[in-house]
Every structure is written in structure tokens, then in C-alpha cells.
């Protein structure tokens, strides 16, 4: 079946029922940019809603339009049947909706009671409305599962948890209605289980779920329904037990969509990078990493599997020179310092190793700064750079849009500044300029966290070919269908150590859990 064949079909719904949201020719510009184009969209009371799309399909405008960030340019909003105008996010909440974005809005140096109740307190006395306030967000726990410790001090939780306080932030506010913006992004696989457990919960009790995702896996298992939108507008919105992941990619993309890695069994060579009784201690003192052993060979890809926070990042620091620690690496047969004054980036790129990191836009872009800019940044002493004693910055421009080209970046604007890309296209940027470098190895921390189903597919598809010239790839990932995916070898952390070794072909995700919980070797 083609895009086009099911492009625009509609799901049912019993006509006498109210929607708890209706859009009704929903348009937003800016400047020659068409965001949203005519969007119309009913979400049902009591269920899971689901809006899919690549980066840059208008998803977050839209909702951001629902909850007053920005004023639709044409269209009207409905709640519960009625007309409803939403100027800014006061209003929004005043109706009865609730947005828990990507990147939560939290005080970090407040408790959680604090946070709960920031903007809206009762009267200037602070004491009555915590009283008020804890006694509320007790009852709010135990009815819909949410235990937070009310004392907790915000930079002291995990994000699963800060993500609970920010469903009770909304909750609190009398929320019937929530928007999650891509609430997984940041999340263990074992967090965003509970997840979805809470919002199966916050369902059953009545609530309507607006759920914003590019993962299909979740919308197949969380929603009810399922819209997609595509370069501004709504292709389609169809009962998500009458369609299927592939459906849904082609809807998304706008043509079929491989949604397994193709490649061919690794041929391992030399061993490039090896790495023996790695120890790292973080500035508080903590040992982070604890005797790693670990080896990485030419023409292959290591999987590094783990819930986050038990070494995978010290373990790319260290390898990248962001982070010093003591043992042996050698890469090429070549030991790396790991404390002196050749332990930094600089060194690390001229001994052929390039790093995508885990965090695109704190440390692998600048975010003001232009795209190509961004190119240049670490290889900007290039001698195809200079000119003189100067940058030559006309070929750099030019070679950065010949890397937009071949990378599909949109806009392939090399002026463009980085916070004006999607997260795919960032993410498409970053790793143009390390890929291109032709590395002996490759450090690659969650390649494609937060990035769309077509722009996944691009990215699997570079890694692989960079495996099939005969390159070493070290590859952090908390998606275990990515590490399972892309890796020909799996190793697993726990605790700052290796707790095993397994061939990707010949294990799966359970026994992968339960490594990654600390059972079994």
C-alpha cells in the first residue's frame, strides 16, 4: 500500500460525541516558513492520541499553539465542544491542559513540593499554600501511582522521577488534559515502562493523553489513536489498531521506510582500540569506572548496553578527552595519555579518533553559531581551512554544503544557525563533520535519540558504511533494538563494570536486562 492510497484516511468516531480537542484550520507561519498549514484534528475524551511526524512536520508548534506559546495565524480550538481562546499558557491551564516538554521546566535547587506549586500559590503567605499543596499532592500519588518523595530536592532525582514531578505539576493545576512532548527521550527503557503503566492509569481515570513521538514501538502499544503530519500538515489520523509500524513510516516519510538495519556479518581486523584496567573518579570523589577491559577491532561495531548513569558516558569522556583516568589505551598500538597535556580533544582527533557525543546540543554544538561554523569546530587548523594565518571561510561554506548534500541536512542553508535545525538535522551535522574525517575509530554516544524515523534509517545507514570501510566503531546507546540493531558485539555495564560480553546474534533483550540490572555474567 502507497503513502498516497491512505494518505488523509480518517478514523471513525460516533458523531454525537464531544472531543476533549478539536483544531479546526489550525496555520501558523514564520516568515516564508509554513509551520502548520490548515491542520484540523479531534482528540476524544478518556484516550491516548498519539501525533507522529519527521523533526521539522510541525508537531511541537502545533501543540505549542494548543497550549499558548505561540497564536495561530488562522483557526479555531475547541474544548469540550466549545470555543476557546488560548493566548498564552495561563490560559491554557485555566482550560483545563497540561504540557510536560522534553526538557522539563524545573527549579533544580527547589524541592519537589516547591516546584509543584511555583505559580500557584494561595496568597502571599508561602506556609499555608506548601501545607495546602502536600496534603493535595499525597492524594494525587496514590491515585494515579506517582510516589515522589515532597521533600526531594530536584537535582538530587533521576529524570524518570523529575518527569513525575512534572505530571504532577499539571495534575495539581486540575489538568484533564495532558500534552507529553517526546517524554521518552530522556528515559531508561525500565523508566519509560513506568511511564506508559502511569499514563495507562491517568487514562483509565479519564484523562486525555496527547503523546508526541517518533518512536513507532510506543505508539503501536500506548495509543488508541494515531495522527501523522508531514512538511506542516495532517496526512493522516487512523485508529492505531488498524494500522501498522510500516503504514506509519511511509505516512511519516512519504515513501517506504527500512525499519531494520540491512547489513552484511562484520569481517574484524586488527584491533585498533584497547583498553585495559580503565579507572575513572569524578570530582565528588566517586568511582566511576572500575578496571574496564575492553577491545574494538577494525570492520566492526561495539555495542555499550546499560541503564544510564553506570559509566557509559565517563567511558566516551575518557576516550574523547573530556575526561581524564588511569590504565591503558592504546589505539593503533599507540598508548593515549590519559592525564597529561596530550589528554584532550585535540590530541584524540589527531590520533584519528572522532567523537559524536551524547548530548548534541552542549557539546557538539554550538548552538548561535552557523552551521558552518559547526563544521569547522575541532578540525578548524585543517590545512584545506586556512588561508594564511586566516580561516578561509568561503571553503569551509563550501565544503560544508557539500556535506549537507550528501548528509540530506535541511535546510542545506550553511548559514543557518544550529538552533534553527530540527534535532535530526543537528544531529545529521554533527556527525557530517566527524564521519567525513574518515576516523580509525568512531566514539558514538546515542546516535539517533530524539531524531525521526527517516533521519534513523540515514544515520544507521552511515555507521554501517563507515563498519564496511574497515573502521572501529564504539557505539552508547540506552535503545536496546539500536544496540542489538547496529552492534556485531555486545558489551553491557553495570555499576562501572563489564558484566558480559555477548555476539549480537546470539542473545536478545532479556538476557541484556538482566546484565544491565547486574545479574548474571
Not at 14 to 41: C, H, R, T, W, Y
Amino acid at each position: 500500500m502507497n503513502a498516497s492510497d491512505i494518505s488523509g484516511r480518517q478514523a471513525t468516531a460516533a458523531p454525537a460525541a464531544s472531543a476533549a480537542i478539536e483544531l479546526k484550520g489550525i496555520s501558523k507561519a514564520f516568515g516564508p516558513v509554513q509551520a502548520n498549514k490548515d491542520i484540523s484534528i479531534r482528540v476524544m475524551p478518556g484516550t491516548i492520541h498519539g501525533i507522529i511526524g519527521e523533526n521539522g512536520a510541525g508537531k511541537s508548534t502545533l501543540m505549542s499553539i494548543l497550549y499558548g506559546f505561540y497564536k495561530a495565524d488562522r483557526g479555531e480550538i475547541f474544548i469540550g465542544g466549545k470555543k476557546t481562546e488560548i493566548p498564552d499558557s495561563q490560559a491554557a491551564i485555566a482550560a483545563g491542559i497540561g504540557m510536560v516538554f522534553q526538557h522539563f521546566k524545573l527549579v533544580e535547587n527547589f524541592t519537589v513540593l516547591e516546584n509543584i506549586i511555583l505559580g500557584a500559590e494561595d496568597g502571599r503567605l508561602l506556609r499555608p499554600s506548601l501545607a495546602k499543596a502536600r496534603k493535595t499532592l499525597l492524594e494525587l500519588e496514590h491515585e494515579y501511582g506517582l510516589n515522589v518523595d515532597p521533600d526531594a530536592v530536584i537535582e538530587d532525582l533521576g529524570v524518570g522521577m523529575q518527569q513525575r514531578v512534572e505530571i504532577l505539576k499539571a495534575l495539581y493545576r486540575q489538568a484533564d488534559i495532558l500534552i507529553l512532548d517526546e517524554p521518552t527521550g530522556v528515559l531508561t527503557p525500565a523508566e519509560a515502562d513506568q511511564l506508559f503503566r502511569i499514563l495507562d492509569r491517568l487514562r483509565a481515570e479519564g484523562k486525555t493523553i496527547i503523546l508526541i513521538t517518533h518512536k513507532l514501538r510506543e505508539i503501536m502499544e500506548a495509543t488508541d489513536t494515531v495522527s501523522v503530519m508531514r512538511r506542516g500538515e495532517m496526512t493522516a489520523t487512523v485508529k492505531t489498531a488498524e494500522t501498522s509500524p510500516a503504514e506509519l513510516a511511509e505516512l511519516m516519510v512519504g515513501r517506504k521506510v527500512l525499519l531494520r538495519v540491512d547489513k552484511t556479518p562484520a569481517t574484524p581486523g586488527k584491533v585498533v582500540l584497547d583498553i585495559k584496567g580503565l579507572r575513572v573518579v569524578d570530582e565528588k570523589g566517586v568511582e566511576r569506572l572500575k578496571g574496564i577491559d575492553l577491545q574494538v577491532r577494525a570492520g566492526e561495531i561495539l555495542g555499550i548496553a546499560g541503564v544510564a548513569g553506570n559509566g557509559q558516558s565517563e567511558l566516551l569522556e575518557v576516550l574523547g578527552g573530556y575526561a581524564t583516568g588511569t590504565g591503558v589505551i592504546q589505539v593503533n598500538g599507540q598508548p593515549l595519555d590519559l592525564n597529561g597535556k596530550l589528554a584532550d580533544g585535540r590530541a584524540r582527533r589527531a590520533r584519528s579518533i572522532a567523537h559524536v557525543p551524547e548530548d548534541r546540543q552542549r557539546e557538539g554544538l554550538i548552538m548561535d553559531f552557523s552551521a558552518w561554523e559547526n563544521t569547522a569546530f575541532g578540525y578548524h587548523r585543517d590545512p584545506g581551512y586556512q588561508s594564511g594565518l586566516l580561516l578561509n571561510n568561503a571553503a569551509i561554506r563550501a565544503d560544508t554544503e557539500a556535506k549537507m548534500g550528501r548528509f540530506d541536512v535541511r535546510p542545506p542553508n550553511p548559514a543557518l544557525a544550529a538552533k534553527n535545525f530540527s534535532g535530526g538535522n543537528q544531529q545529521k551535522i554533527v556527525l557530517a563533520r566527524e564521519i567525513e574525517r574518515n576516523p580509525d575509530l568512531l566514539l558514538v554516544g546515542q546516535p539517533t535519540r530524539g531524531v525521526d524515523i527517516g533521519a534513523i534509517e540515514f544515520i544507521h545507514q552511515q555507521i554501517v558504511a563507515l563498519r564496511d570501510k574497515g573502521k572501529a566503531i564504539l557505539l552508547v546507546s540506552v535503545e536496546l533494538e539500536e544496540i542489538l540493531a547496529l552492534s556485531d558485539r555486545v558489551a553491557v555495564m553495570f555499576d562501572g563494570h563489564i558484566m558480559g560480553e555477548r555476539l549480537s546474534s546470539e542473545t536478545d533483550e532479556k538476557e541484556l536486562g538482566l546484565l544491565m540490572a547486574g545479574v548474571g555474567a
